[in-house]
């Protein structure tokens, strides 16, 4: 079983930061294809950062130069650094896992930046 749990959301002030992590466990032994992802309300849910199968970053443009994803290979953790927030971030942050034909989903995180 696979489990993805999020953690780090809240309310902040626009312009403010927050540090959202994503735990993974069972049967998951690599960071690769895992990121995340964004749904606000009445909109698609999209990509914000990940990293590939080659281990490359990949960003929405609208958060490249405020967002930064990192990970921890040791603890299969990966993080999304959001500096510069603006109440346009406001969404429900979801964790993502690729792993060949599966793809896992973590419970999301709201995240609300207030203007």
């Known amino acids: 079983q696979v489990q993805l749990v999020e953690s780090g959301g809240g309310l902040v002030q626009a312009g403010g930061s927050l540090r959202l992590s994503c735990a993974a466990s069972?049967?998951?032994?690599?960071?690769?294809?895992m990121g995340w992802y964004r749904q606000a309300p009445g909109k698609q849910r999209e990509l914000v950062a990940a990293?590939?199968?080659?281990?490359?970053?990949n960003y929405a443009d609208s958060v490249k130069g405020r967002f930064t994803i990192s990970r921890d290979d040791a603890k299969i953790m990966v993080y999304l650094q959001m500096n510069s927030l603006k109440p346009e971030d406001t969404a429900i942050y979801y964790c993502?896992?690729?792993?060949?034909?599966?793809?896992?989903w973590g419970q999301g995180t709201q995240v609300t930046v207030s203007s």
């Open positions: 990293f590939n199968g080659l281990g490359n970053t």
């Open positions: 069972g049967s998951i032994f690599s960071v690769s294809n």
């Open positions: 993502r896992k690729g792993d060949g034909f599966y793809v896992y």
